[in-house]
């Protein structure tokens, strides 16, 4: 039957930080809008543009980039492989001439600071997440076209469905709960894994896939090994110390190592201690999100703001659970993907719809159940996994001071790392029947708890940490 799909490539998807909804997402809608202008054949007939930000994009847009993500994609700019360390040099450069050239072929007059309007009191019904692209063509005609950045860097246009990724893809395995992805594990005998593995030949064949997880893989691990490496302090004005840097240098006894290999195989020969360990998940998932907050090269996972959760676990994984391989890597990450899945078609995976525990406790939710599969568990167990992950995150705001992906979220992905290890133990001694709770019953409680929640504790800025901390202290 055609029914709505979700592939391992929409929920792990390459970009730029510091978030999937406030910057990935609105440049992939300016991508998408360049595009349809491209294709009505309007491109050269485009006089101004003038673009809208709405609710959560206006109120902490300017923390998270939104203006220069917009600004980027106008330009052409593909974020899976564009130069980050060009980025404040091309913005300088629109900003300085006040001239912008569409998606590199036509340039028209462009003032960021009057072009781009940010407004704080309005927000669209549907999510807040929103943004709108006026147009004004040379024949006096006008365009406006509203998008929404609904999560994890998934954008849909005004009108289309939105509620999930592909549509009218008959799947050979049709899963929309955890629930139905159990039965055809108890059907086929197959591991949660092998049966993504299976839905992704819909798109592409079986070494395509592979390939294409291991260069996601690929991705995390440059981030993590960069962001070990980088010293300094964080954009944006709070003057966050980057901390990944220092705990490295601990960890590897002050060595200097210029490759991942070299550097993977002295965190290995640092023993099992309990302390140890901690540190090294630890470092891993502050390298990510530091990354992440400077404009870095990361992977939605399934958000940027929560990206150094499941690199930090997989890499637990690889150092110090014999996980070194290919295939026991493209498993973590294709299981750890389904379970992601499940969220964003039963819940959400947006912070500005859910709160903090739509990103950093989907994530710990999709590590634990990865972890769990790749350590032997059954299908059962990881599922258990990924219910006692979320049970623990469930209510989580989300707050960032200044509207910056730094405080408290950076440190929140060390706790999601070490939340997805601890349940995967947990449900790893423990038989299956003894959960009382089901991962789908989490999910609805998720659902029915970001209903319930203040939008202040959306992503907005306007409550918690981001106005009970003053900014004077946090820059110190």
């Known amino acids: 039957m055609n029914e709505e799909a979700i592939s391992v490539f929409?929920?792990?998807?390459?970009?730029?930080?510091?978030?999937?909804?406030?910057?990935?997402?609105?440049?992939?809608?300016?991508?998408?809008?360049?595009?349809?202008?491209?294709?009505?054949?309007?491109?050269?007939?485009?006089?101004?543009?003038?673009?809208?930000?709405?609710?959560?994009?206006?109120?902490?847009?300017?923390?998270?980039?939104?203006?220069?993500?917009?600004?980027?994609?106008?330009?052409?700019?593909?974020?899976v492989v564009f130069d980050v360390e060009s980025i404040d040099a091309k913005i300088s450069d629109i900003k300085a001439m006040k001239r912008i050239l569409l998606s590199g072929t036509h340039?028209?007059?462009?003032?960021?600071?009057?072009?781009?309007?940010?407004?704080?009191?309005?927000s669209l019904p549907y999510h807040p997440n929103a943004l709108t692209f006026l147009v004004k063509l040379t024949s006096g005609d006008t365009i406006a076209q509203t998008y929404y950045s609904i999560g994890g860097g998934f954008v849909v246009k005004e009108?289309?469905?939105?509620?999930?990724?592909?549509?009218?893809?008959?799947?050979?395995?049709?899963?929309n709960n955890a629930e139905e992805l159990l039965h055809w594990c108890r059907k086929t005998g197959l591991s949660i894994s092998e049966i993504v593995l299976e839905n992704?030949?819909?798109?592409?064949?079986?070494?395509?896939?592979?390939?294409?997880?291991?260069?996601?893989?690929?991705?995390?691990k440059a981030c993590i090994f960069k962001g070990c490496n980088t010293k300094g302090y964080l954009p944006g004005g709070l003057n966050v110390n980057r901390r990944a840097f220092e705990m490295n240098k601990k960890l590897i006894n002050g060595?200097?190592?210029?490759?991942?290999?070299?550097?993977?195989?002295?965190?290995?020969?640092?023993?099992?201690?309990?302390?140890?360990?901690?540190?090294?998940?630890?470092?891993?998932?502050?390298?990510?999100?530091?990354?992440?907050?400077?404009?870095?090269?990361?992977?939605t996972a399934p958000t940027n703001g929560a990206a150094g959760v499941i690199p930090a676990v997989l890499q637990y994984y690889i150092?110090?659970?014999?996980?070194?391989?290919?295939?026991?890597?493209?498993?973590?990450?294709?299981?750890?993907?389904?379970?992601?899945?499940?969220?964003?078609?039963?819940a959400t995976i947006?912070?500005?719809?859910?709160?903090?525990?739509?990103?950093?406790?989907?994530?710990?939710?999709?590590?634990?159940?990865?972890?769990?599969?790749?350590?032997?568990?059954?299908?059962?167990?990881?599922?258990m996994a990924a219910e006692i992950a979320m049970e623990h995150h469930l209510g989580m705001t989300c707050d960032p001071i200044g509207g910056l992906v730094q405080i408290p979220c950076i440190e929140r992905n060390t706790m999601?790392?070490?939340?997805?290890?601890?349940?995967?133990?947990?449900?790893l001694q423990s038989a299956p029947d003894y959960a009382k709770v089901s991962l789908d019953g989490v999910i609805k409680t998720m659902w029915d708890t970001a209903l319930d929640m203040n939008s202040k504790y959306k992503e907005t800025s306007d409550g918690g940490l981001a106005v009970n901390i003053p900014l004077s202290l946090s820059e110190c």
């Open 416 to 427: 999601g790392a070490i939340k997805a290890i601890t349940a995967s133990q947990l449900a």
């Open 350 to 383: 947006s912070a500005a719809m859910g709160g903090c525990q739509a990103e950093i406790g989907v994530s710990s939710a999709m590590a634990a159940a990865a972890l769990t599969e790749c350590m032997g568990g059954t299908q059962r167990q990881a599922l």
């Open 255 to 299: 060595k200097e190592y210029h490759d991942y290999d070299s550097w993977l195989m002295n965190i290995k020969s640092g023993g099992n201690d309990f302390k140890y360990i901690l540190d090294c998940v630890s470092c891993f998932a502050l390298a990510v999100n530091e990354e992440n907050a400077s404009f870095g090269r990361v992977v």
């Open 107 to 122: 340039e028209i007059e462009f003032n960021p600071s009057e072009d781009i309007e940010f407004l704080y009191s309005e």
């Open 200 to 220: 992704e030949t819909t798109w592409r064949t079986e070494k395509e896939t592979k390939d294409g997880v291991l260069n996601i893989w690929n991705v995390m």
């Open 319 to 346: 150092a110090f659970c014999d996980g070194d391989s290919p295939d026991k890597i493209i498993n973590f990450l294709l299981t750890a993907s389904e379970v992601g899945s499940i969220f964003k078609k039963g």
């Open 159 to 175: 009108g289309e469905d939105i509620s999930h990724g592909h549509i009218n893809y008959s799947l050979p395995f049709s899963i």
């Open 10 to 79: 929409d929920m792990f998807k390459i970009g730029v930080g510091p978030s999937s909804s406030h910057t990935l997402g609105p440049w992939r809608a300016s991508l998408l809008f360049m595009k349809s202008l491209s294709e009505k054949e309007l491109m050269n007939q485009v006089s101004a543009i003038e673009i809208l930000l709405y609710g959560s994009l206006a109120k902490t847009g300017i923390g998270h980039g939104t203006d220069i993500a917009i600004q980027l994609g106008l330009s052409g700019e593909d974020p």
